[in-house]
């Protein structure tokens, strides 16, 4: 892995913003485990895209209450951290793009971050 892509305590939080429904999280992340890429990682057990639920920073509960976590599970994974985080934005975008044409109205606003667990 090239530098910065150290895996341990790091993972990808996808938020959607309040105009988001506990369907569109639930959509998302099934786009996201069928990503091309992706899929291949979850199918390997390298890689884990869960809902959890989600805080701000005085511990309320903001919007549907969810956010998605795509976890690296192997710092042995065949993609940098970098990487994923990159593929897991252009996916998000591609859902929202889809939703936009499948569905009346904009779809939620949206926030691919890295997130550095260990402090």
């Keep these: 892995m090239a530098d910065g892509d150290q895996v341990a305590g790091r993972v990808v939080r996808v938020r959607l913003d ?46 549907v209450g969810m956010e998605i976590v795509v976890a690296l599970v192997s710092a042995a994974a065949t993609v940098g951290f970098n990487q994923l985080l990159a593929q897991v934005g252009r996916a998000v975008e591609a859902w929202r793009e889809n939703r936009r044409e499948v569905e009346d109205g904009d779809p939620p606003e949206s926030s691919v971050d890295p997130v550095d667990l260990d402090g």
């Design 18 to 63: 309040e105009s988001a429904t506990e369907s569109d999280i639930g959509a998302l992340r099934r786009w996201l485990e069928r990503e091309q890429g992706l899929d291949e990682l979850v199918r390997a057990g390298r890689l884990r895209i869960q809902e959890r639920r989600r805080t701000d920073e005085t511990g309320a509960p903001m919007g």
